[in-house]
Structure formats: C-alpha cells, structure tokens
C-alpha cells in the first residue's frame, strides 16, 4: 500500500482541524500564501499600473482633478488675469486627453494582471473540483461494494449509484454542456 509524502511545515496543521472554525482558519491561511505568491511574482509594470489604478480607483482622485479643473477654468476665465489658456481651454484639453490614455495604458495592464490572477484561481478551483470528484467517486464505489457485501444493496447495484461510480472525463461533460446549451437555444427560437 503506497505511503502518503511527509507533510511539510506549511501542511502540519492543515489536515488535524478540531474545529469548523480550524479548517476555515487554514484555508484563509492558504489562499493568503497563494495571494503573497503571486503578488512576489509580479513585474514592474504590474506593481505601477496597481499602484496607479487604486489611486484612480478612489474618490480623492475625483477631488483633485475637481479642483485643478475648476482652479485651470477659473484662472484662465477670470477677467483680469494673464490667461496662459484662454477659453476653450486647448491646453486643459490636451493635458486631460494624455492623462486618458495614460491611466487607461496603465488600468489595462492592472486588469490584465488580475485576469491572469482569475484564470490561475479558476484552474486550481477546476483542480480541486476533478480531485474531489474523483475521491468521491472512488467512496462511493466502496461504499457500494460494502454495501453489496453486507446485503443492503442487490447485486445489480441502484443504477444511479452505477452511473455515478463511473469516471466523470472533463471532455465529455464540456460536450454534454455544449449539447445540452445548444438545445436550449434551439427551443428558444422555436
């Protein structure tokens, strides 16, 4: 019978909970370390477009530019005073259109980050899934066969608990969900 590896110091504790509140805990832990792992990993260019894009993302951005566009238009509209940009403000207009293009470069490459985060959640979360798929599939075959031996279920066996036993393939269940969607689809147009 094949061993199972030595935990490392990070997996002592994750498997012994004593508590619902222990496995919560550890699983917070987890993802933290998987979040610090990622974040050590990022580029340059990650780090500024973030750095960037949660300054842009909050409300004392909106103030600032409230009061630089007012203090811009007020000074160059005020009667009086020497206007560097009279109206319709051409340099204001400039200014604000290279900022947008800039800040949209940089939001883009903070969104591209976090896409490539999700797509990594994403895939261990469909890795999680097929493992615990699998061990349940594999109880549930056990299950069955004490069952059987101990004569509470017939030989035959509950046909769900037979088509369940079987091994789910990735492939086919994406086909079966495609077919089944363009059914739908189909029905809808009727």
Known sequence: ???????DDEDRGYRSPRTVADVTRENVRAMRRLERLAAAHRSAADRVA???????????????????????????AWPGLPHFDPYPFTFLTLCVSLEAIFLSAFILISQNHEMRLAERRN???????????????????????????????????????VALEQATRPETLARQIERAWGEEERGRRR
């Open 50 to 76: 973030g750095a960037v894009a949660r300054w842009c993302g909050q409300i004392g951005f909106v103030w600032l530019h409230v009061a630089l566009f007012a203090g811009w238009i007020a000074f160059n």
């Open 1 to 7: 019978m094949p061993t199972a590896p030595a935990p």
């Open 123 to 161: 895939q261990l979360d469909l890795q999680i899934n097929l493992l615990a798929e699998q061990e349940n599939t594999k109880i549930l075959g056990l299950l069955s066969r004490m069952a059987q031996h101990m004569g509470v279920l017939d030989a035959d066996g509950d046909p769900e608990i």
